[in-house]
């Protein structure tokens, strides 16, 4: 799999050690990798290698990112500048790439104005770990899983909705919201909200009013939840978070002669979620809307 | 392992139970309790097909009707139940003609392993996993786009589409069309027609393959096929083609726009293929 990228691509960058000697330093360097952790500590900089993607893979990485005018794309170790000038060339974003090499740096900025973009992107000799991440929209990385771990607690912290792509190396335990796999693995990882803990909302649902207490717990984006209506436990269906975005199903069977699934849909800010609620299916559809709050009501 | 799905499953309600563990001996002969679908569990099944006003709802086990009654009532759709007991049979056309859908359901006293449903768009289906598995050859059959739901039991080895859990398990299948062989691929370039050969295993909506090009073979990534729905991205010389297309109803061709590029830097052409040698498939 490592090998195809060798022969299928010509960098268009020149004077850099050539790509195969890079790809089979790959996974020497990751054992050197994980065992230069604790030297790192003794401030010591871990080896990172410049492996350049290729050209597919960037395309299909700024795809399943669903990149677009409105974006910031910022790339963690950007090389020879090829994501960020991919992101402002082929989909109008903006966007910063920072790399430890300052020559690379110069290099990207020099592709940067051979392709015209030069208004909308910038390259900075930066390490990735004193970066502000809040800036950007969409974070691209290359990195090996040591890097990518250490980074991880920060990526969470960033505002939901907050694009993550990467390739071959994922985030461990943190799974991406989606993959694909064209000719590399490429993953997506959107930063979910921060929604453990409990809320409450009054549903207005005639004929009566029903009260709603959730009780969230949250790994990543994976949710388990447990509710009561009205008092009465009842169980929480396909509960998914997608950014800030959170969706939820319970079994409404407050009037046991009309039961019907309460399919809840809203937006996360702060300590509120707020959106559409309906009740029913087919021609006995309903829809309201709904307001929750953290703690109590 | 189906015997212990059998059990599994049985094991929810008590009574079953004592059915499964009763013919332990002929997994081949249990009989087909009668257990009505709760009105969320109908809604469900329903919403999960997505029916609408085109579909004709075909329910296998049709009991006392209220999913083909469901089906025209809340979504317009028309329904067929087919059910084995003669007096659910009354009761179901008596039900719709209660509801005021008897214009639009029927009702038909049969065997479900051989009634006729071939212009079913949905089929619904809520019967033991050993029926469910005979069902399947012939439920391959009907059209590619079809929907299948079942709820609680599925198919032992055809992975469902979809599957949701709303206080049970429901999963989704849609009957895909056949589409293993060999193909010959055309498709317009910037730079002028592609011939590939082109190879499609399959086993049920799962298709892996790709092209065979001189000094080469180009993997087909991210294959799907939904129905009577294809696509596949080919990386041909550095650059990625998602193709995407409908296979047509002889099979023997299947034809789609082709994309190379992202962004701002999309080409859009067209691809056709058409069968040369056909394959087996298991499904």
């Known amino acids: ?297 | 392992m189906r015997r212990l799905r059998v059990l599994a499953g049985a094991a929810a309600a008590s009574w079953l139970f004592s059915f499964g563990a009763g013919a332990a001996g002929t997994d081949s002969d249990i009989p087909t309790p009668y257990l009505p679908s709760t009105t969320v569990a109908v809604d469900e099944m329903l919403r999960f097909a997505d029916v609408g006003p085109a579909d004709l709802v075909v329910d296998l086990g049709s009991g006392d009707g209220r999913v083909v009654i469901a089906a025209a009532r809340g979504y317009g759709a028309r329904g067929l139940g087919i059910e084995l007991d003669p007096k659910l049979v009354e009761e179901g056309k008596a039900n719709a003609q209660q509801a005021g859908v008897a214009d639009r359901v029927t009702f038909r006293h049969g065997d479900v392993l051989v009634a006729d449903y071939r212009d079913a768009t949905v089929v619904t289906l809520y019967l033991l996993p050993n029926l469910v598995d005979k069902l399947k050859p012939r439920l391959l059959e009907l059209r590619p786009g079809t929907r299948i739901v079942a709820h609680d039991y599925g198919f032992s080895d055809w992975k469902p589409d979809r599957r949701i859990v709303i206080s049970k398990t429901y999963l989704l299948y849609v009957v895909p069309a056949r589409v293993a062989g060999k193909w010959r691929l055309h498709f317009s370039r910037p730079e002028g027609e592609r011939v590939y050969e082109f190879d499609l295993a399959q086993q049920y909506q799962e298709i892996h393959g790709g092209a065979r090009v001189a000094g080469g073979y180009l993997p087909a990534f991210e294959a799907r096929l939904s129905g009577d729905r294809i696509a596949f991205v080919l990386v041909d010389n550095g650059v990625s083609y998602r193709f995407e297309g409908r296979v047509q109803g002889s099979a023997l061709l299947m034809e789609g726009t082709v994309r190379s590029g992202v962004g701002r830097n999309l080409d859009t052409g067209a691809w056709r293929a058409t069968r040369v040698v056909p394959g087996s498939s298991e499904g």
């Open chain 1, 1 to 297: 799999m490592r090998r195809e990228t060798s022969t299928g691509h010509r960098s268009p960058v020149t004077g850099h050690t050539s790509i195969v000697i890079g790809l089979w330093l790959v996974p020497l360097l990751c054992a050197v990798a994980t065992h230069s952790v604790g030297a790192q500590d003794e401030g010591l900089k871990p080896a990172v290698p410049y492996v350049p993607t290729p050209q597919v893979t960037v395309d299909e990485m700024l795809r399943i990112a669903n990149v677009g005018p409105q974006d910031f794309v910022l790339d963690l170790g950007s090389g020879d500048g090829r994501i960020v000038i991919t992101a402002a060339r082929k989909f109008g974003a903006r966007g910063l790439g920072v790399d430890l090499d300052s020559s690379l740096v110069a290099e990207a900025d020099g592709n940067a104005r051979e392709s015209g973009v030069e208004s909308r992107v910038r390259f900075l000799e930066q390490d990735l770990f004193d970066t502000d991440l809040g800036q950007a929209t969409v974070i691209a990385t290359y990195l090996l899983p040591f890097a990518m771990l250490k980074l991880r607690p920060r990526l969470l912290q960033l505002k939901p909705g907050t694009r993550i792509v990467s390739h071959d190396f994922d985030l461990g335990d943190w799974r991406p919201d989606r993959m694909t796999y064209v000719r590399k693995n490429v993953f997506l990882w959107v930063v979910p909200a921060q929604v453990a803990g409990r809320w409450q909302a009054r549903l207005r649902i005639p004929p009566i009013e029903r009260h709603l207490e959730l009780e969230l717990t949250q790994r990543y984006q994976e949710l388990s939840a447990h509710a009561r209506l009205n008092g009465v436990p009842a169980q929480v269906w396909e509960a998914t978070l997608a950014g800030d975005r959170l969706s939820f199903v319970v079994v409404d069977t407050t009037d046991r002669e009309n039961e019907a699934s309460l399919y809840f849909e809203g937006k996360v800010s702060g300590g509120v979620i707020e959106g559409e609620l309906i009740r029913g299916v087919g021609a006995t559809r309903s829809v309201t809307g709904w307001r929750a709050v953290r703690g109590q009501l």
